[in-house]
């Protein structure tokens, strides 16, 4: 990996308030609603110009999301049924990091939980900000390998499937549109798909 990518994308700075508040100036915030999953809130701002308005933003905790990948460069995703977009959807293993958890612990929890599998390294690969337009949350990237088999611990709610995908088959899902899980592609476009010699 290029040194300049991995000092652009440090996952340890992470001073939200910083880097939200560097163009408007917050004058009030009202918390609309909460529950154990987000918040949605309410600021009162002041543009750069001058104007002032009220900016609805959705507050999620931090998120991760894993890219396995095994010797032969081939990609574990999951299948599951999302609500939220009424279809089954292409992803990767991915979940909430909990308060008591590290980013990378967090990620080979998801990882096990959901495809089964087990990995000897985790490569980060930054984080992106999936909804910057209205929703503060960061979900934190990493690259899986060195991959074993375990035992999945799927919630309740959730029913999914999990498949190996070549690296041609994976790139024929990217170009007609197959894969739409946003995170995943940003995943893949930060670990250098289509692989390559500078792949991470």
């Known amino acids: 990996m290029p040194q300049e990518f991995a000092i652009r994308f440090d996952e340890n700075s992470d001073d939200l308030e910083r880097v939200w508040m560097q163009e408007w100036t917050q004058l009030g915030r009202e918390s609309l609603f909460q529950n154990p999953v987000l918040g949605l809130v309410t600021e009162s701002i002041r543009t750069q110009s001058g ?18 990948v095994d010797d032969d460069g081939n ?3 999951i ?22 958890e590290s980013n990378v612990n967090a990620g080979r929890r998801e990882l096990a939980e959901e495809a089964g ?16 337009g209205v929703c ?12 074993t088999r375990c035992n999945t611990a799927h919630e309740t709610f959730e029913s999914m499937e999990s498949r190996l995908f070549t690296p041609i088959e994976l790139h024929a899902m990217v170009m007609n549109g197959q894969l739409r899980c946003g ?5 893949l476009a930060r670990a250098g798909f289509p692989w390559s010699e500078d792949s991470p």
């Open 51 to 68: 104007h002032e308005t009220d900016w609805t933003v959705v507050e999620i905790g931090d998120g991760v999301a894993v890219l396995p």
């Open 75 to 77: 990609v574990h995703l």
């Open 79 to 100: 299948y599951q049924y999302r609500h939220a977009v009424k279809e089954r959807v292409w992803e990767l293993p991915a979940g909430r990091v909990e308060p008591s």
């Open 117 to 132: 599998l087990g990995a000897s390294k985790m490569q980060a690969l930054g984080f992106i900000w999936p909804l910057d």
């Open 136 to 147: 503060r949350h960061r979900v934190h990237l990493y690259i899986a390998r060195g991959l």
């Open 183 to 187: 995170i995943a592609l940003a995943a």
